[in-house]
């Protein structure tokens, strides 16, 4: 149940956000796709006209999640591969894009009396679903069922800095690298391996986390305390920062050297040729374009709870900052510009993280 009176406006958004996720899967219309064009891996093979993959048997120790997600991974090969140049335009910023929300979602969980809902299992099912329908029914569970900032005290208002501050290399090294890999390798049988291993990045990252937090309780051995140095604002600025730049970075190169017009790029256009790679392309698109606006949306509605009124103007903010930065690193900017205003400051540092133990 929620904790406390909603508002309006808090619950408004919570319900507009809920819809939004069914709503973004009718227009993504994946069973469309599945009943009219039968998936590349029935063949074995991903194929297209410069070149041919073989789709991995086996990659899970439990060959049910290989089954689950073969086709999956099929799924990037227009955009990894690059026979969809458009979409492959789109798509290397997008997945930067995922570590920002991510990180964002690990920082939410990590507050006391935070997200009572698992982030991990949210990106699990984004995966397998889509992120444009799973993110928004995420973000309007929490603003339905996590209680506002200023309803909590000093302690339950800030994040526990210690379980961010492992989390962060967690997500360079299942969620950077294998997306590195995926997009970039130069073999492109080595990219669809990189496909597979991005998926479950979620479960990874829990369950290093998890022997990460048993070394530290069991074991002597201590992580040092990083940051503890550092005021509040300070530490959560740093902590975004890397994730933060690398969305930058890949939005500023697509807006100075994608070939084609942002609009074709971003936003679905009518099938003139119904094709696989045509639906396919549209079903991310709107993907894109659900999980960002619906980030936005979310991230506004908390920093209006922490310093109320100028709604306008922080709406104006963030759409010019979707321009000039990119849609997540704009989400990013502001849920610590958010985290300033909620840590009072420089005067108490990291007093909390210094006084917890991880976990």
């Known amino acids: 149940m929620p904790s406390g009176p909603l508002t309006t406006s808090r619950r408004t958004i919570a319900w507009s956000l809920l819809l939004s996720g069914p709503f973004c899967a009718y227009l993504m219309d994946i069973p469309t796709l599945i009943a009219n064009f039968p998936s590349p891996s029935a063949t074995g093979y991903i194929e297209w006209a410069e ?19 073969r086709d999956v991974t099929v799924g990037f090969a227009p955009s990894a591969m690059g026979y969809d140049d458009v979409s492959r335009w789109m798509m290397g910023p997008f997945m930067g894009d995922v570590g920002v929300w991510f990180g964002v979602w690990l920082c939410e969980g990590g507050r006391e009396r935070g997200a009572g809902f698992s982030p991990v299992v949210f990106a699990l099912f984004a995966q397998l679903v889509g992120g444009g329908v799973m993110l928004p029914i995420y973000y309007g569970l929490f603003l339905l069922f996590t209680p506002a900032i200023g309803r909590k005290d000093g302690t339950q208002r800030r994040i526990d800095l210690g379980k961010a501050w492992i989390y962060l290399p967690l997500l360079f ?89 942002l609009r074709d790029v971003y936003f679905p256009h009518p099938l003139v040729e119904d094709t696989w790679e045509g639906r396919l392309r549209r079903i991310l698109q709107f ?24 709604t306008i103007k922080r709406a104006v903010a963030a759409v010019v900052a979707t321009v000039l930065v990119g849609p997540a690193a704009a989400l990013g900017v502001l849920w610590v510009w958010k985290e300033s205003l909620v840590g009072g400051g420089e005067e108490e540092g990291n007093v909390v993280a210094e006084k917890r133990k991880v976990g």
């Open 287 to 310: 993907d894109y374009l659900f999980v960002n606006g619906s980030g936005l949306a979310w991230v506004l509605m908390l920093l209006r709870e922490v310093r109320p009124g100028g």
């Open 173 to 261: 090294i299942f969620h950077y690298a294998p997306v590195a890999g995926m997009m970039y390798h130069p073999s492109f049988q080595s990219r669809h391996y990189w496909t597979w291993a991005w998926q479950l990045y979620s479960v990874r990252i829990w369950l290093a986390y998890e022997a990460i937090r048993f070394v530290i309780r069991y074991l002597p051995f201590r992580m040092p305390n990083i940051g503890k140095k550092l005021s509040y604002r300070a530490s959560i600025s740093l902590l975004l920062a890397p994730l933060i730049a690398i969305s930058v970075g890949m939005w500023t190169y697509t807006l100075f050297y994608c070939p084609y017009p």
């Open 51 to 69: 070149g041919k993959v073989a789709i991995l048997d086996r990659f899970h120790w439990l060959a049910f999640l290989d089954e689950v997600f």
